[in-house]
């Protein structure tokens, strides 16, 4: 190439704006390698399996000609080119499609490979049925706690609510000492020693909360003639039987 003349008109009308060289000379790189892979890819040779793939695809698209001995035998039975299959044309159009094994694998070893995946489908699914039967018992279990709690709470509070009639109807009739310790409400202050006392005593009786207020709720009734359940002090045992509806609170429910 000539050497280029820097005071010729061409050289001074050429664009010389910062930054345009760079512009042009990646852009000239790009093409020139996207043309270098297109030459590579052309000019590469392809593989043994490429190959029979290629071919194998061009013979299948290919309907089969009258070379084709199974073809010409159909043809001499009177087969037409399109015609289905059987005496009456109810057989199949299409030939059965092939189901070419390009693996290494061995035989069955797809269908080995969908079972498992089925049984570890199914091992997901079963865990996580167990997972929700196991919140379903574990929060029907806590329903049934907190049932229990408040229903225990509720039956504590009856038996403090009788605790505190049976001292009353007792202090009224001159009886200073109750006929069992937790018939009355215990003192809120006591000395050490009382305390030691009371720990006894709770050690030594073994009854629950529903028992207490069962027993406690008979004594009210017999010696006071006294309902927790409605509040109210009767004039005898009869008066009693006859206007109290029971002794539970499910009875005055």
């Known amino acids: 190439d000539e050497e280029e003349d820097y005071m010729s008109d061409l050289f001074i009308k050429q664009d010389v704006r910062p ?11 790009i093409q020139k390698e996207e043309k270098q892979k297109e030459a590579n890819e052309k000019n590469r040779q392809k593989s043994i399996k490429e190959e029979e793939k290629e071919r194998r ?10 070379e084709n001995r199974g073809f010409a035998l159909l043809q001499k039975m009177g087969y037409k080119s399109g015609q289905a299959l059987g005496k009456s044309g109810e057989g199949i159009v299409e030939p ?16 080995l490979k969908k079972r498992k995946a089925e049984e570890k489908l199914e091992n997901y699914r ?8 196991a919140n379903e018992e574990a929060a029907d279990q806590f329903r049934i706690r907190f049932k229990n709690k408040q229903e225990e709470r509720k039956m504590e509070g009856d038996l403090r609510k009788s605790q ?5 109807l007792d202090m009224q009739k001159d009886i200073d000492v109750p006929k069992e310790a937790w018939y009355w409400l215990e003192p809120e202050e006591e000395n050490e020693e009382d305390e030691e006392d009371k720990e006894d005593e709770c050690t030594s009786s073994d009854l629950s909360v ?10 009210l009734r017999e010696h006071h003639f006294y309902c927790i359940w409605c509040g109210t002090t009767y004039e005898d045992a009869e ?3 006859s206007n109290c509806p029971g002794d539970s609170a499910a009875a005055h429910d």
């Open 19 to 29: 930054g345009l060289p760079m512009v042009r000379r990646m852009k000239e790189a």
């Open 57 to 66: 695809d061009l013979v299948l698209k290919s309907a089969l000609g009258n």
């Open 96 to 111: 059965i499609p092939l189901n070419i094994k390009t693996g290494r694998s061995g035989l069955g070893h797809e269908e």
């Open 126 to 133: 079963q865990k996580l049925r167990m997972k929700k039967q």
């Open 164 to 168: 505190r009639a049976c001292q009353q």
């Open 210 to 219: 529903s028992e207490k207020l069962h027993i406690l709720t008979a004594y």
């Open 239 to 241: 008066d009693l039987s």
